[in-house]
């Protein structure tokens, strides 16, 4: 049974960065899509962005340009770089493997203004 775990959430300050990574035990194939997924307070769960392939990324509107999605295959890990942070991207974020349809337990990212 996979498993995901995120990590790398915190506090930052506005036009701050961060790096999550989600790390995955058991086996993903390093071409299968994941992706990102936040939750912020008392709202819906959106997606953030995703990956397929070993490269291919797409994005949210919000969040283009200023987030990168990447992967390696061989640590069968996913990361989200977080650059040029506003509060509105104060949120819990997820990561997601749709073909099995898991999540991870989440990490809590704070931007203060």
């Known amino acids: 049974q996979v498993q995901l775990v995120e990590s790398g959430g915190g506090w930052v300050q506005a036009g701050g960065s961060l790096r999550l990574s989600c790390a995955a035990s058991?086996?993903?194939?390093?071409?299968?899509?994941m992706a990102w997924y936040l939750q912020a307070p008392g709202k819906q769960r959106e997606w953030v962005g995703g990956i397929i392939a070993r490269a291919v990324t797409k994005y949210a509107y919000a969040v283009k340009g200023r987030f990168t999605i990447s992967r390696d295959g061989t640590k069968n890990t996913m990361s989200l770089q977080m650059n040029s942070l506003t509060p509105e991207d104060t949120a819990v974020y997820y990561c997601y493997y749709p073909l099995r349809q898991i999540w991870g337990q989440g990490t809590q990212v704070t931007v203060s203004s």
């Open positions: 058991g086996t993903i194939a390093s071409t299968a899509a």
